[in-house]
């Protein structure tokens, strides 16, 4: 596609619901990552995810959350039995591909709010 | 470790002013670089970015910025400000690893512009 997608773009739930965020790459990137984006704050680290590679998992905050990608097309990030403190924009990034470029491109975000 | 300093949370100036935006970095290797800027409600667009050679780099939106390995520096500038400049600026630090590349972001740099 033309640039990194991401569904929902607003995500409303209770807490202790499970939520599953979908983020599509650019075709042919290669890498994937995930960010969360709280309120009045800078980007955090969650997860990427390398061709085949094992992904690197070190800014997962908790177990409760986890990420999945299938080959190098979508991920899904997912977060079971959501906190309030969970409620943050989720953004999505990728890179890579033929030229191997470093930069990363960003979806629009999932906003989510835990009631 | 890597990381990233923004120290200014937010900065107002006026239309057709000057603009530089402070970045200061930590990395024990050369540094990839990079300006995104966000708008209310978007996702991040890429500014510009450094990964070698020219250490004065020129973006979209008439922005530029320039590193300085001895200062540890990548401010971005911008010689007369425009109102739809006024957005959340973060800069960010790359540590390519395995042919992906894991961003450090900043805190960000909100920025006003009043005419």
């Known amino acids: ?115 | 470790a890597q990381s990233v300093t923004q120290p200014d949370i937010h900065i107002t100036v006026s239309e057709g002013a000057s603009l530089e935006l402070r970045c200061n970095y930590s990395y024990g290797a050369t540094p990839y670089l990079f300006w995104y800027v966000q708008s209310p409600g978007q996702g991040l667009q890429l500014l510009l970015k450094y990964f070698s050679g020219d250490t004065l780099v020129q973006g979209i939106k008439g922005f530029e910025a320039e590193f300085k390995r001895s200062q540890s520096s990548f401010n971005l500038r911008k010689p007369s400000v425009h109102w739809s400049d006024a957005a959340e600026y973060f800069c960010a630090v790359g540590a390519p690893r395995g042919g992906a590349n894991n961003l450090f972001f900043g805190t960000g740099t909100r920025l006003t512009v009043i005419p």
């Open chain 1, 1 to 115: 596609g033309a640039g990194v997608s991401q569904s929902p773009s607003n995500k409303v739930t209770e807490k202790g619901k499970d939520v599953e965020l979908r983020c599509d790459p650019i075709s042919g990137h290669t890498a994937l990552y995930w960010y969360r984006q709280r309120l009045g704050q800078g980007l955090e680290f969650l997860i990427y995810f390398q061709g085949n590679s094992a992904p690197d998992k070190s800014g997962l905050p908790s177990d409760r959350f986890s990420a999945e990608r299938t080959g190098e097309s979508v991920s899904t990030l997912t977060i079971q039995r959501t906190q309030q403190e969970d409620s943050a924009v989720y953004l999505c990034a990728s890179s890579g591909g033929a030229s191997g470029g470093y930069t990363q491109y960003f979806g629009p975000g999932t906003r989510l709010t835990v009631l």
